[in-house]
C-alpha cells in the first residue's frame, strides 16, 4: 500500500521542467533511466522504437532551432529522441532471410505508441530520481531537416524527443496545471459528444480570471491556428509518405 501511495504521488506531483539548474545528469542516473524506459509494455515485445541519446551539443542546438526555437532543449544536460522505428523488425527479418513488405501507417501508429509509452516510463523514473522533464511535441516539424540531422532512414520518425535535467527551486515551486475535471474525460461505454456545458467545464480553471470566449480564442490563436502546429502537420504528412508503400507486392485474390 505504502509502494502504491508513493507511485500514485509521483504520478500526481509531477509536472513539465523547463529551467536546469545546472548540474549534469551521472552517467548512472541516465542508465537507470534509458533502462526504465524500456522495461514500459511493447507491442509483441518487439520494442519498435530507438532512443537516439543526444550528446553532441551541436545537434541539440540544431534541434532546439527546429523543435520551433526553444532554448531550453539546447541547454538541457540530457536529450533523448524517441524513434518510432518501423526498420528494425524488417532488418531482422532480412537477417533471417524473411522477406518483408514495407511497413504501413498501422505499423507507424503502433511503433509511434510503443516510443510514447516507453517515454513516458522515462519521465517518471526520472521523476523518481528528482531528475526533472519536459516533451517536446515540437519533434515532428521539419521533416526534411530532422532525417537530415538524426540520418533517419524512411520508415523511422521521431514520436517525442525528451529532454532531462536538475529542476530549479523556481521550477519545483511552480504549481503544476490543472487537469480537466474526471467527468469530461470519462466517457460511459461510448462516446459522448462535446456539449456546451461540458466545453466549458473543461477549462473553467484556467479561463475564470480572463473569460471563457477571449481565453479560448486566444489560446486558438497561441495552439491550434499557430504557424507551428500548420508546420507539424505538413511535416507529418511527408513521414506518411513513406508508409504507403506497405501493400505494394501483394497478389490481388484471384
Ligand atoms: C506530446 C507532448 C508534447 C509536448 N510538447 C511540448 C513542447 O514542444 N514544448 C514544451 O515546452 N512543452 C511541451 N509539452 C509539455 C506540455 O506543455 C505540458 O505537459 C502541459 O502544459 C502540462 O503541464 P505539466 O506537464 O507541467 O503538468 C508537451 C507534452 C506532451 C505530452
Redesign the pocket.
Known amino acids: 500500500m505504502d509502494e502504491a501511495k508513493t507511485v500514485l504521488g509521483q504520478l500526481k506531483a509531477r ?2 521542467v ?1 529551467v536546469w539548474d545546472g548540474r549534469d545528469v551521472p552517467d548512472d542516473v541516465r542508465r537507470a533511466i534509458l533502462e526504465a524506459a524500456t522495461e514500459a509494455p511493447t507491442a509483441g515485445n518487439q520494442q519498435l522504437y530507438s532512443i537516439i541519446d543526444v550528446r553532441d551539443q551541436a545537434v541539440k542546438d540544431e534541434l532546439a532551432e527546429l ?2 526555437h ?1 532554448p531550453f532543449i539546447a541547454s538541457a544536460p540530457m536529450v533523448l529522441v524517441f524513434i518510432a522505428d518501423c526498420e528494425k523488425w524488417r532488418a531482422i527479418y532480412a537477417a533471417a532471410g524473411v522477406e518483408s513488405r514495407p511497413a504501413g501507417p498501422g505499423d507507424l501508429l503502433l511503433a509511434c505508441s510503443d516510443a510514447n509509452i516507453a517515454a513516458q516510463n522515462a519521465v517518471v523514473a526520472a521523476w523518481a530520481l528528482g531528475v526533472g522533464s ?5 519533434v515532428l516539424e521539419r521533416c526534411e531537416a530532422m532525417r537530415e540531422l538524426l540520418a533517419l532512414p524512411s520508415q523511422a520518425m521521431p514520436a ?1 524527443m525528451l529532454v532531462f535535467g536538475y529542476p530549479t527551486e523556481r521550477q519545483l515551486a511552480r504549481p ?2 490543472e487537469r480537466m475535471p474526471l467527468s469530461t474525460v470519462v466517457m460511459e461505454d461510448r462516446y459522448r459528444p462535446v456539449d456546451e456545458a461540458s466545453a466549458r467545464a473543461m477549462v473553467a480553471g484556467r479561463s475564470r480570471a480572463r473569460g471563457f470566449e477571449p481565453w479560448v480564442r486566444a489560446f486558438h490563436e497561441r495552439k491550434y491556428a499557430s504557424d507551428f502546429s500548420r508546420e507539424m502537420s505538413r511535416s507529418v504528412a511527408l513521414y506518411l509518405e513513406s508508409f504507403e508503400d506497405w501493400d505494394g507486392g501483394r497478389e490481388d485474390p484471384a
Open positions: 509536472k513539465s523547463r523543435c520551433d526553444q519536459c516533451y517536446i511535441g515540437d517525442c503544476k496545471p
